[in-house]
């Protein structure tokens, strides 16, 4: 699915990134989902995993239940690309799980392009609606 979604793009990537899950979150849950399939897109498509360029540096609450503008600045600072060498000038795509509003993705994509990316595409497996 995500391959599909991928080549309807028409633009092809240097890289594969994931939204992070914070260290709490992570410890709670067990398992980082974006992360798993950013790992088989990357196998299926044989592009190069970034896995660790990005974190998420600020533990927040979860998103569920929140409006766009407070989905936004909950957001705000919590993600940090570790590695600016790594997307340097390069073309980024992001994985993530659900789309809901969009803040997520734009907050990551921030900065992804703050770091030095030339661009950023994100492709989701689900839409909330």
């Known amino acids: 699915m995500l391959?599909?979604?991928?080549?309807?793009?028409?633009?092809?990537?240097?890289?594969?990134?994931?939204?992070?899950?914070?260290?709490?979150?992570?410890?709670?849950?067990g398992f980082d989902q974006s992360l798993l399939l950013a790992k088989g897109f990357a196998r299926r498509s044989a592009l190069k995993l970034g896995e660790g360029v990005l974190e998420k540096v600020k533990e927040t609450p979860p998103q569920?239940?929140?409006?766009?503008?407070?989905?936004?600045?909950?957001?705000?600072?919590?993600?940090?690309?570790?590695e600016p060498e790594t997307v340097k000038g390069k073309k980024v795509l992001v994985v993530d799980d659900v789309f809901t509003t969009?803040?997520?993705?734009?907050?990551?994509?921030?900065?992804?392009?703050?770091?030095?990316?030339?661009?950023?595409?994100a492709i989701t497996v689900a839409r909330s609606i």
């Open 3 to 29: 391959f599909c979604a991928y080549m309807g793009l028409g633009e092809e990537v240097d890289l594969v990134v994931s939204v992070p899950l914070s260290r709490g979150r992570l410890k709670e849950r």
């Open 64 to 82: 569920v239940g929140l409006s766009g503008k407070e989905r936004r600045q909950n957001l705000r600072g919590a993600f940090a690309v570790k």
């Open 102 to 121: 969009g803040a997520t993705l734009s907050e990551v994509s921030k900065v992804l392009l703050k770091a030095g990316a030339k661009e950023v595409f």
